[in-house]
């Protein structure tokens, strides 16, 4: 999936390089010239980083700043501006800046240090998801709940990974016996109701609902600890 960059900066020379740059990279890159335009993409889409310039018409880049860390939203934001002082570098951080940088800077170096705080963000995504909730770590084969690990047997890991993946879809028995056997499995479809019910002994929360005639579904709205 394409990072989607909000970059807000009024010298047009300079918005065009750095932006066809950044799509060059493989970046999704909506650019603005002045803050008032930016607040509005900032309520109509969703972002992976603003890059603000400070000095823009309007409304500033120290303003929009300050707007994203009242409003919440979930960004992340690096500061591309001339003002190199020590005062307005401390009032960004202060207002949540992942990074600052002094113009001029080259566009490669630009698309590093995107490409450095993209990989923060995803990080911290995956961190937050492994210490709430279910987590599920393919590579390991093993499920967590808030950081403790659920002691599943290999077949109860796979059905739980195959309807997690497929939120609300519902499987038939035949459906996961193939998925989990593929075709190697002789015998009847009631084993899946079997491993079903082990999985949700071991699970804490009711995360599998039975779809009476059909088979089973992963809900993310669970019932409350059994």
Known sequence: MKAKILF???ELNIR???SEYMNMAGM???AVENGEE???KLNTGIFDIAILDIMVPKISGL???TYIKEKNIEIGIIMLTALGDEKTQ??????YADDYIVKPISPILLLKRIETLLRRLNYSKVKEEYTKG???NKDKYQAYYNQKSLELTLTEFLLLDCLREYPERVFSREQLIYRIFNEDYIGNDRIIDSHIKNLRKKLPKNYIKTVIGIGYSFREEVDEIK
Do not use: P
């Open 134 to 136: 279910l987590y599920i």
């Open 8 to 10: 807000m900066e009024d």
């Open 28 to 30: 999704e890159v909506v």
């Open 38 to 40: 930016a607040i509005k």
């Open 16 to 18: 065009e390089v750095l």
């Open 90 to 95: 401390l009032e960004a951080f202060n207002n």
């Open 63 to 65: 303003e929009v700043l």
